[in-house]
């Protein structure tokens, strides 16, 4: 190193440590009130909606707080070095960040033991720095901050008896009362908290040092604080001056290389690293041990699903440490994935609005004490993960998949957990012992070489472990679920033998490395296993880098639907949501990238794990099963790690004395000596191994980085595109902790506000991409690629987003959902406002009319209506699930936009709930958001009728008859039965001369099919009907069922009941909207035009030629074809491809109508049915005459079958007609395959050559042969027919 202030190049980056710094009171400026949390106290007072000026008179001058328990300022007293080009130190985020809460006096009466605690500094661009502060309290020396206290502490005693006196009662009780309530209230602990007397007590205030390094070497770092720490508080001096050993850590230890130990010196004895080699995990020091007794197993996986699910997770705790330790091993657990969004595992109390923030976060919280979880208010809670660490108890977001194999996962953990001695619920009594291990006086926990863990005689503890209730719970559960599980085998503790190689680290240090490589190895194993196929499914789009950072927002880089397609069923709910967050598009972009550029350090080691698999499996990738598969590599895992510790690699230079000014340094003890800069400003020259060595790396590094910039775009432009396609998605990486002017708040909410929309028009673009592509593919365009699940998945995370945007800058928290509040409030007012004056309702679309003149009356379109549907719903018991609700009643409605926006109308509700700089408040954004909503209009979903299928819906249906050629009202008893694709009516009774009813069952999905009849009583029985009309009351949805036939006997076909198939109108808002955003109806019903032209009632049509009616059969079958290779859960309804418009019925009716002789012999029709009739006759009179026996027989049962079902329909309890009765045939011998077994018994027999011409197409047998094969296609599938098809058909 380059004896100047800055370091020389290479050598730096590769040092154990960059910063050491001291944080304390600044002597000079004397005691200041910490205005960070005085901002903090006035945000909190500003959020209760308390007016300003008493949120001021508590703050600065808190005379309601003992002056003890005031936070007042601290400051970074000393860093060394002074800065570092590649991690510059930034004051106020160190200072804020050692010391969350400022300083703090004691006095000797009160509890004054040492505390570790670590960090993070996460910088814009993702890469971290890890903090580890010693934070002890010190004696005050200077006469001038004695004298401040005291005169605080006057002030505050007036005060508290002023206030008091003025009070109605002058007593004393009421005098401890208004004290804190965290202090006590009895009177000699009153006098003793509320008193600082100079001449009696001794006042001491706290001071931090902190060592801030790349890696989170936390015990290595631990140790050498600690071993500082004694330096000074020990009765002798060190036995060289503190200088030595800070200079030694600073410039002469070098980081270990990957896959080594590194031994250096603190001030009393030797410290050990290790660092994981290049295929292994990444470093970790984080005890994982910690995290389990903390949370407890089952909990933990509950957590880890929240944060894989990118959900807002909040830690809660009143120790700094713990924080970190929960926050560090869960993210720790993701391997090979990394959290994407804002990571603060420490907030500061001056930052809490960041929990204002509408994106995903990990955030910890400093719990106050004797405060519980109800007094929190949090800003957002319908996404929220709330861990309360201390009380081991979590509460999680309404609905969330659970992980794949949870139970099988949980199991394996708990195994290992076991081996190490650990409970898989956790320790319960953890939250007292375990603070009070960590307070235990430094020294103390220096020579327990246990520190507090597991002491020797372990096998007891096993012994107990063995009637575990989690794991008795557990295998009850997994019997109960059917999961077989191999029996439990917990080996006895791994008890250490007494080793002969001495272990140059402590046993429990090994025991917790070891508990920490295995836990991880079970976890990453997980993901080895549910991603072992992911490359097969990356879309490599882009020739180079820089046309795919260019192109980045439009690509798709992962194949969704054909990888979930490819998975076993029970992990789809999970993948579904997983491989929409922004830590799995990550993981992808890096795959991509590693094509051009050095591969990420965890998808290196991600990678070569699935090729081991790949090697030791063969097993065709193709097939994934849901057996679960164990980690096999816990054993090498934990030995090679053992192997580092025990066989040091590297040993730093010892600790020297340096070239220090005489008389300096001098000891005092209980004091941090203030240290010599100008020896700690800088390294020593450039002598030592690992610098030249590194120096030369650099240079090559550097060599080839030209090389790179000659052949690639520019650097900067470079990093610019890269750093933006990276940031895609992701709203704020990163708070910037040390600036908090209002300006800057405005500017982190402006940033948010443009995410949020940012978010708003990815998602929607999303969810009609992947609709419209559904719908095209309906239409016979393309290959569909949305499953209902993935559906479910955008639109949960529609939900989430809207939440997000509601709970944006709110001004006061009501209830968990932001969104349901502002309904509620929306729906108090209007309510008001109508009883006070009947309030114009926004009125739905025109109503429709029908050529009758009958029209269904119009559904009002109202926001409160449909809100009030929502509230009737038993079922939902919660905020949040009413929110939801009613968003997804809107969207299938295609009224979200307008509501909203209707919603938001209301600007003096908007004002009173949100504060200034809310997303709802802004103009621009507000108006594109809704314009975003808006395009969702362009399809149709059915999500709330498909998720709430158990309510009760009312419907209203209308009959509308052709009165031009018929009477409007029949004088028999008409009848209706509604069937969907969740359930039917049953039959209902119409009221006579009443053509509409409504009626109320419970929900029946989609409308498939109705059946109308009458019982033809009465003059004027004969009806001619030209459609039923029926609509779902709620959502709006209304279907058309189209019949254009009579009912009546001796008219038409004879036929009392029809089967109609129904088709879903698009509603005439929509028209309006424009032609052209209306999706064509999925669902196309036989329309008037064919079946009149079919029964001869018009005769104009023209009729299909022989090859227009193959091609008719022939997509008929395809159509069904289809429907059975698509996933169960999209396939639509079956009835539409048999009985609909071009479905197999109509198309067969049209190939038994060619060539057929139906010309009126006096008068009367004459239908197909009247054909097969005759053939059955013939068949049930004549012997056929075969070639030979076996195909004699086969012609037999085949004929004996035909007229078995040809009877039992014409003997059914049920007035349908010969056109009802051919599509029942047709259904029937569809279902159980007979159609080609029967199609040329038809061809061959008698009748056909006096009942059909020379040409028709039943009379050529090559056209009979080819219809055969066709039908034939069908054999494969089990068709499962809809109940009112074929009800009263006993077969």
Request: aromatic letters at 8%.
């Amino acid at each position: 190193m380059s004896g100047s202030g800055a370091p020389g190049p290479g050598a730096a980056p590769c040092r154990f440590a960059h910063y050491f710094v001291l944080c304390g009171i600044d002597a000079e400026s004397g005691l200041e009130p910490d205005e960070l949390a005085v901002l903090y106290k006035w945000l909190e007072a500003d959020l209760h909606g308390k007016s300003s000026d008493t949120a001021n008179k508590a703050s600065g001058e808190n005379f309601d707080q003992s002056p003890l328990r005031r936070t007042f300022k601290s400051k970074v007293l000393a860093h060394y070095p002074q800065n570092i080009e590649w991690n510059p130190f930034d004051q106020d985020a160190v200072n804020m960040l050692c010391m969350p809460k400022g300083l703090s006096f004691r006095t000797q009466a009160d509890n004054r033991d040492p505390q570790l605690h670590s960090f993070i500094i996460t910088r814009e661009d993702g890469s971290r720095t890890y903090g580890f502060v010693l934070t002890f309290y010190e004696e005050v020396t200077s006469k001038q901050i004695c004298t401040a206290m005291q005169t605080l502490y006057q002030m505050h005693n007036a005060e508290q008896y002023s206030s008091v006196c003025a009070s109605s009662s002058c007593s004393m009780d009421s005098l401890a009362s208004s004290i804190d309530e965290g202090d006590a209230t009895s009177l000699a602990k009153l006098q003793r908290y509320n008193s600082y007397d100079i001449s009696r007590d001794t006042l001491y205030v706290s001071k931090c040092i902190c060592l801030i390094t790349p890696l989170p070497f936390m015990q290595a770092c631990k140790k050498f604080l600690v071993q500082l720490y004694k330096a000074v508080t020990s009765q002798q001096p060190p036995p060289l001056p503190l200088e030595s050993y800070i200079h030694n850590i600073l410039y002469e230890v070098p980081l270990p290389p990957p896959g080594r130990s590194l031994k250096f010196y603190g001030v009393y004895e030797p410290i050990i690293c290790q660092r994981p080699g290049p295929n292994e995990l990444p470093l970790s020091d984080y005890p994982l041990r910690e995290v389990f007794e903390l949370l407890g197993l089952e909990n933990l996986v509950q957590v880890f699903t929240c944060v894989l699910l990118e959900m807002q997770i909040l830690l809660y705790s009143q120790d700094y440490q713990r924080l970190m330790t929960v926050a560090e091993g869960i993210t720790t657990l993701l391997f090979p994935f990394q959290w994407q969004h804002v990571y603060v595992p420490i907030l500061p109390a001056s930052l809490l609005h960041f929990l204002d923030a509408p994106v995903p976060y990990l955030m910890g919280l400093q719990s106050k004490e004797g405060t519980d979880r109800s007094k929190l208010e949090l800003p957002q809670e319908a996404n929220l993960c709330f861990v309360d660490i201390d009380n081991h108890f979590i509460e999680l977001p309404e609905e969330f998949p659970q992980f794949p194999n949870k139970l099988e996962f949980i199991q394996e953990i708990s195994e290992v957990l076991l081996q190490f001695g650990i409970p898989p619920e956790g320790n319960l009594h953890c939250s007292d012992s375990a603070t009070k291990l960590k307070n235990l006086v430094l020294s103390d926990l220096v020579n327990d070489k246990k520190n507090g863990n597991i002491p020797g005689n372990a096998l007891n503890m096993y012994e107990l472990l063995k009637g575990n209730e989690t794991i008795a719970r557990l295998q009850a559960l997994a019997k109960r679920t059917g999961v077989t599980m191999e029996k439990m085998t917990i080996t006895a503790p791994l008890v250490e033998k007494e080793k002969d190689v001495k272990l140059q680290c402590e046993e429990v240090e090994l025991r917790d490395y070891k508990l920490n490589v295995q836990l991880r190895e079970v976890f990453a194993n997980r993901f080895t296993q549910m991603f072992a196929d992911y490359e097969a499914f990356v879309i490599q789009a882009a020739p180079d880098l820089e046309s795919w950072l260019t192109n980045r927002e439009q690509m798709q880089n992962f194949d969704k639907a054909s990888f979930l397609s490819d998975q076993p069923e029970p992990y789809l709910p999970f993948l579904s949501h997983f491989i929409e967050t922004q830590m799995f598009a990550t993981f992808i972009d890096n795959k991509i990238i590693s094509q051009w550029e050095e591969k990420d350090p965890f998808l290196r080691v991600f990678d070569s794990r699935i090729e081991k698999i790949r090697l030791y499996n063969v097993r065709a990738p193709a097939l994934r099963t849901s057996n679960y598969q164990k980690c096999s590599t816990l054993k090498e895992a934990a030995q090679s790690i053992e192997q580092r510790l025990m066989k040091i690699d590297h040993t730093a230079i010892h600790p020297h004395l340096l070239d220090m000014k005489i008389g300096q340094g001098k000891y005092e003890q209980g004091f941090f000596p203030k240290l010599q800069s100008d020896v700690l400003a800088t390294g020593p020259t450039n002598n030592n191994r690992w610098a030249s060595r590194s120096a030369t790396t650099q240079r090559r590094k550097d060599r080839l980085r030209q090389h790179s910039e000659h052949i690639g775009l520019d650097n900067d432009l470079r990093e610019k595109y890269m750093q933006e396609a990276r940031s895609l998605g992701k709203n704020l990486r990163q708070p910037k902790l040390s600036d908090l002017s209002p300006a800057v708040i405005a500017q982190t909410n402006s940033k948010f506000v443009e995410g949020l929309l940012k978010e708003c028009r990815m998602k929607t673009k999303r969810m009609l991409v992947e609709k419209m592509g559904h719908e095209a593919v309906e239409l016979g365009h393309g290959e569909a690629n949305i499953t209902g699940l993935e559906e479910n998945t955008l639109i949960a995370s529609l939900c989430d987003l809207l939440e997000r945007i509601w709970s944006h800058g709110l001004q006061v928290k009501q209830g968990k959902s932001a969104l349901w509040s502002h309904l509620l409030q929306y729906q108090e007012r209007e309510e008001k406002q109508e009883h006070s004056a009947e309030s114009p309702v926004a009125v739905g679309p025109e109503r429709r009319k029908s050529d009758t003149g009958i029209i269904l009356p119009t559904l009002r379109v109202s926001l409160i209506q449909d809100m009030r549907h929502v509230q009737n719903m038993s079922e939902i018991k919660t905020d949040v699930g009413r929110a939801r609700a009613w968003i997804r009643l809107s969207l299938e409605k295609k009224l979200l936009s307008q509501h909203l926006k209707q919603l938001l109308s209301n600007q003096a509700l908007a004002k009173k709930l949100y504060k200034r700089y809310a997303f709802l408040r802004c103009e621009e954004e507000r108006e594109q958001f809704l314009y975003h909503l808006l395009s969702l209009n362009a399809v149709d979903y059915f999500c709330f009728t498909s998720v709430f299928t158990t309510i009760v819906i009312p419907y209203r249906s209308v009959i509308i008859p052709i009165k031009k050629l018929s009477n409007a009202i029949t004088t028999s008893n008409p009848w209706i039965c509604v069937s969907g694709e969740l359930g039917d009516t049953g039959v209902m009774q119409i009221p006579k001369n009443l053509l509409e009813m409504t009626f109320e069952c419970q929900n029946l999905g989609k409308l498939t099919t109705v059946q109308i009849g009458h019982d033809n009583s009465g003059l004027l029985a004969k009806w001619l009907v030209d459609c039923v009309m029926v609509r779902n009351e709620i959502t709006g949805h209304t279907y058309k069922f189209p019949c254009g036939r009579w009912l009546g006997k001796g008219v038409d076909d004879g036929s009392l009941e029809r089967i109609l198939i129904g088709e879903l109108v698009s509603s005439t808002s929509d028209e309006e909207l424009g032609k052209q955003c209306r999706t064509p109806p999925q669902q196309k019903s036989p329309t008037t035009a064919r079946r009149l032209s079919i029964t001869s009632l018009t005769g104009k049509n023209t009729k299909p030629n022989a090859g227009q009616i193959q091609e008719g059969i022939g997509e008929a079958v395809n159509n069904i074809v289809k429907h059975f290779h698509k996933p169960e859960k999209e396939r639509g309804s079956l009835t539409i491809l048999l009985c609909g418009e071009n479905g197999l019925v109509a198309a067969l009716e049209q190939v038994f109508h060619h060539g057929f002789k139906s010309a009126r012999i006096f008068h009367k029709n004459v239908f197909i049915w009247d054909f097969i009739e005759k053939a059955v006759a013939y068949f049930e009179t004549s012997d056929q005459i075969g070639d030979n026996e076996e195909a004699l027989l086969l012609q037999r049962s085949s004929c004996k079958t035909f007229c078995h079902y040809v009877n039992a329909i014409n003997t059914a309890p049920r007035n349908i007609g010969k056109d009802g009765k051919f599509q029942i045939l047709v259904c029937l011998g569809t279902r159980d395959h007979l159609l080609p077994q029967w199609i040329p018994l038809l061809a061959e027999c008698p009748p056909i050559t006096r009942m059909y011409e020379e040409n028709a197409l039943l009379r050529d047998r090559m056209t009979v042969n080819s219809l055969i094969r066709v039908l034939q296609t069908l054999q494969d599938f089990n068709i499962v027919l809809e109940g009112s098809l074929i009800k009263g058909v006993d077969v």
